[in-house]
T-cell receptor
Framework: EAGVAQSPRYKIIEKRQSVAFWCNPI?????LYWYQQILGQGPKLLIQ????????DSQLPKDRFSAERLKGVDSTLKIQPAKLEDSAVYLC??????????FGPGTRLTVL | ELKVEQNPLFLSMQEGKNYTIYCNYS?????LYWYRQDPGKSLESLFV?????AVKQEGRLMASLDTKARLSTLHITAAVHDLSATYFC???????????FGEGTQLTVNP
């Protein structure tokens, strides 16, 4: 069974630029999550989708972050404009409804 | 707001020794996960604990859950170098919702 796929794996941008990350969940997983992991910390949920709909985006900085999940499969997370404090690893995870989450390899973002 | 605290945050131990990592959380939950993360890698699921008194074992690692005490433990038996990694516990407040992670325990096993 293929795991959660993410791209790109690494991205370096200057502050105030825009960036987008892509995630393809495990086939059949209805729930998709985006987490932000700052160096030395545990991951923090940014947004949770159930199929196409947003379940929880209470910790998403909506003035600069946006996410969508078209057709209930792939998802993109965008940051516009980026700040220095957005430097982190962005992890995508997926799960069957109400069950264990499986994580992708992550995208390491460096904002200069 | 759910708080999840792990201790210790850093653990250096000798091969062959035993040790326990503790995970305390602040609100009612009966679903707790343990993950392993190697440097520069993603999170690997180790254990899923779904009820009070749950105990799971895999190799040299054993995890348990006491929902009344809001405490989970990850016990390491006869540590080997390959266990060196960061270990996270994560609590699911309500079935299928966000995971709230602890700060992680960075484990180093010295030969």
């Amino acid at each position: 069974e293929a795991g959660v796929a993410q791209s790109p794996r690494y991205k370096i941008i200057e502050k105030r630029q825009s960036v987008a990350f892509w995630c393809n969940p495990i086939s059949g997983h209805a729930t998709l999550y985006w987490y932000q992991q700052i160096l030395g910390q545990g991951p923090k949920l940014l947004i949770q989708f159930q199929n196409n709909g947003v379940v929880d985006d209470s910790q998403l900085p909506k003035d600069r972050f946006s996410a969508e999940r078209l057709k209930g499969v792939d998802s993109t997370l965008k940051i516009q404009p980026a700040k220095l404090e957005d430097s982190a690893v962005y992890l995508c995870a997926s799960s069957l409804v109400s069950y264990e989450q499986f994580f992708g390899p992550g995208t390491r973002l460096t904002v200069l | 707001e759910l708080k999840v605290e792990q201790n210790p945050l850093f653990l250096s131990m000798q091969e062959g020794k035993n040790y326990t990592i503790y995970c305390n959380y602040s609100t009612t939950s009966d679903r707790l996960y343990w993950y392993r993360q190697d440097p520069g890698k993603s999170l690997e699921s180790l254990f899923v604990l779904l009820s009070n008194g749950a105990v799971k074992q895999e190799g040299r690692l054993m995890a348990s859950l006491d929902t009344k005490a809001r405490l989970s433990t990850l016990h390491i038996t006869a540590a080997v170098h390959d266990l060196s990694a960061t270990y996270f516990c994560a609590v699911d407040e309500s079935s299928g919702s966000r995971l709230t992670f602890g700060e992680g325990t960075q484990l180093t096993v010295n030969p």
